[in-house]
């Protein structure tokens, strides 16, 4: 019995409170993600609706995948818009991060029920 308690205690002295400390703090993955209001097929809706993909380069058969990455503030907004990996073509990589910029605000993540800051990553698609 007292081998028991001579390591028990020390455990929960070292207890972490999963509660979100720092309100700075970006999750990749909260309880709660963020969404794009009306889920994930609105958001392929709105994209396919706002996306100015150059004629030019769509007839001459460029195209490719942007992936970007964003913040979604905890009021749902999008801020630190930047290409995580591109199509290696600056004006498909351009449309990209301007469609996102024209995105409504978000539902923000959670943890424990408390609004968090949260990264996402958003594939966009230029198919010739």
Same mark, same amino acid.
């Given at each position: 019995?007292?081998?028991?308690?001579?390591?028990?205690?020390?455990?929960?002295?070292?207890?972490?409170?999963?509660?979100?400390?720092d309100s700075s703090?970006?999750?990749?993955?909260?309880?709660?993600?963020?969404?794009f209001p009306g889920?994930?097929?609105?958001?392929?809706?709105?994209?396919?609706?706002?996306?100015?993909? %150059?004629?030019?380069?769509?007839?001459?058969?460029? *195209?490719? #995948? /942007?992936y970007v990455q964003?913040? +979604?503030?905890?009021?749902?907004?999008?801020?630190?818009?930047?290409?995580?990996?591109?199509?290696?073509?600056?004006?498909?990589?351009?449309?990209?991060?301007?469609?996102?910029?024209?995105? %409504?605000?978000?539902?923000?993540?959670?943890?424990? *029920?408390? #609004? /968090?800051?949260?990264?996402?990553? +958003?594939?966009?698609?230029?198919?010739?």
């Open positions: 019995m007292l081998f028991g308690m001579i390591f028990s205690a020390p455990l929960m002295a070292f207890e972490v409170d999963p509660a979100p400390q703090m970006i999750y990749d993955f909260p309880e709660k993600m963020a969404q889920g994930a097929d609105a958001m392929d809706l709105f994209i396919r609706k706002n996306l100015n993909y %150059p004629t030019d380069l769509k007839n001459g058969g460029v *195209g490719g #995948k /942007v964003f913040v +979604v503030e905890k009021d749902g907004s999008i801020t630190n818009i930047q290409v995580r990996r591109s199509s290696r073509n600056q004006f498909l990589d351009k449309e990209a991060v301007n469609v996102v910029k024209k995105m %409504p605000n978000w539902e923000p993540g959670s943890v424990r *029920g408390k #609004k /968090v800051r949260v990264k996402q990553t +958003v594939p966009i698609a230029f198919i010739p």
